[in-house]
Nanobody, 125 residues
């Protein structure tokens, strides 16, 4: 059974940092892409970042480039998203997602094969 469990969300002031973690199990980690998408109230789902199976390629939406960094720990089957210089517009529920490649994670409206329960990130101005 595939499981994706997010942690690390919270409330932070603008300019602050948060680190999201996604603990995964139930699939071959090196053969699949894992990433993050976010959903804010009243807004379209937005692919944020993704790392390919084996960690060879990383992808970011333009609005987070230079501020967010995705990484994978293959020994722990965990994917992390370090978020620095947070802005109020980053406020959303962040979901960890799994798919054979990053295309559906980064490109709505196609949904990835699996996603977690989400973690709230709130950035105050």
């Amino acid at each position: 059974e595939v499981q994706l469990v997010e942690s690390g969300g919270g409330l932070v002031q603008a300019g602050g940092s948060l680190r999201l973690s996604c603990a995964t199990s139930g699939f071959t980690f090196d053969d699949n892409a894992v990433g993050w998408f976010r959903q804010a109230p009243g807004k379209e789902r937005e692919g944020v970042s993704c790392i390919s199976g084996g960690g060879g390629d990383t992808y970011y939406i333009d609005s987070v480039k230079g501020r967010f960094t995705i990484s994978s720990d293959n020994a722990k089957n965990t994917v992390n998203l370090q978020m620095n210089s947070l802005k109020p517009e980053d406020t959303a529920v962040y979901y960890c997602a799994l798919d054979p490649d990053c295309s559906s994670i980064m490109s709505p409206p196609i949904f990835p094969t699996y996603w977690g329960q989400g973690t709230q990130v709130t950035v105050s101005s």
